[in-house]
């Protein structure tokens, strides 16, 4: 499993990066020569259900009426051809709809799930930890975070009305804000809602108008203790997802609300490593410590949200449609501008899993409903 990779037939996105973490913690040498056993935090029922989930819903994508992308048989068709020639290497990269999925224990950071990708012998760039995308809709928990530790709570009163573009810049320098990035694309206006609904109901004029006030400056460094490390660009854009960070900062920021607001320090892979006497030569207990991000009530109250966005709100066809209904869990999904992006991030007392479909180069596709 460590060695020097050959070709990518037979892997997968999680046996590299823990090959690639191995390397990173004993050295090329010992890791080439030396026999450890290596104890992984991947949970392999878990693994193939997601592979299985993410390829058969992404080819029901394909085949809905108006899809006129590439589609995955149409390259793998390609490429059998070209690997049978003994011109694989020479194909160019997939266009077709990709997706990711990356879970992780809310207690331990530990990776349970890694999908980086549709099918790692066509392409290996992984886009669960690599990819930096917009999160679009998904970060508005974290505008919502802000605010609650600020004083405001669920049943607070906020406005959800037509907002000037121009404040904003959602897609463009006109128009009404709304009409730029909606989770849904048939988006119309309720007027006064309670910050619950505004949040569970993905409203946009309702929460820059809620980020403005606690201060966006105080959203983005809620942002950073909560797990994202890439630059969050200064513009109020940004409390509706438009800086772009990877699915794992995403999944780890989730974190914060199942686990009373805090989170492990980072996602891990390998749990240890041993010699063949079983002597532990790294230990992930080691690296792990855990940050508090938000009070433990403003963490219930957003979670309280997410709960209802779940199951009333823009993240129900998860729950009716894919099996969620019997579990106590709570999630978000996420639009970018013009759906170029679709995400749902969700969890329940011991998971939290980020999904993301889209294509390496950003177009329209479908709405994140019909992905």
Known sequence: MIGNRQNAQGQNYAVEYIRQQVINAVGWDRAMNEGFRIHTTVDGELQKVAEESLRKNLDKAEQHPGYDHQTYAQYAASFRAAKSSGNASSQPAPEYLQGAVIGLNNETGGIL????????????????LQAKRPAGTAMLPFVYATAFEQGM?????VEDSPLDNRAVMIGGMTGILGEWGPERADNRY???????QALAKSKNGATVRIGMEAG???VLQLCRTAGIRSSLRPYPATLLGSSEITLAELALTYTIFPNGGWRVNVPHILDRIEEKDGTVVWDAQQNLNKQNVVKPETAYEVHSCLVDALESGTAKTARTEFGL???PAAGKTGTAYDFTDALFAGYDNNFTC???????????????RQV
């Not at 066509?122 to 886009?127: F, I, K, W």
């Not at 309720?190 to 619950?196: L, N």
Request: charged share 30%; glycine share 12%; aromatic share 12%.
């Open 325 to 327: 209904r019997k579990f």
């Open 216 to 218: 966006l400056d105080e």
């Open 354 to 368: 980020a999904v993301w479909a889209g294509f390496d180069k950003p177009q329209r596709k479908l709405s994140g």
């Open 113 to 128: 799930v890694l999908v980086g990708g549709r099918d790692f012998e066509h392409n290996q760039y992984d886009r669960a």
């Open 190 to 196: 309720e007027g006064t809602m309670t910050a619950r």
């Open 153 to 157: 709570f669920p049943g607070t009163l």
